[in-house]
């Protein structure tokens, strides 16, 4: 199992920057990704950003340009920085970890964290 915990959402006008941060704890020896997906009221999750434990990384099309996903494999921790934020950028934002076991794939989710861009 791995835990994820979340931290630095909150409210930023328009053109303003925001950082997300996220520790995982437990079975972190297994994760071989993680990154950051979003949910918007009455939309699904979608992904924002991901970075493997190489350093590899994917991002939306809505966000290339504007936000960074960086990790710490050292201190199992992953970053976003969010700059120039719409406020199309509104959601909830949620921790994600992959980690692969010899049975497949499993993800780990944390408990999210409110991002709100509005003047």
């Known amino acids: 199992q791995v835990q994820l ?11 303003g ?7 995982a704890s437990g ?3 297994s994760i071989n990704r993680m990154g ?4 918007a009221p009455g939309n699904q999750r979608v992904l924002v950003a ?18 960074t996903v960086s990790r710490d494999n050292a201190k199992n921790t992953v970053s976003l920085q969010m700059n120039s934020l719409k406020p199309e950028d509104t959601a909830v934002y949620y921790c994600n970890a992959r980690r692969t076991e010899s049975s ?3 993800y780990s989710w944390g408990q999210g964290t409110q991002v709100t861009v509005s003047s």
């Open 5 to 15: 915990v979340e931290s630095g959402g909150g409210l930023v006008q328009p053109g």
């Open 104 to 106: 497949g794939f499993y």
């Open 36 to 39: 950051w997906f979003r949910q």
């Open 50 to 67: 991901t970075i493997t434990s190489g350093g590899s990384t994917n991002y939306a099309d809505s966000v290339n340009g504007r936000f």
């Open 17 to 23: 920057s925001l950082r997300l941060s996220c520790a």
């Open 27 to 29: 079975s972190v020896s």
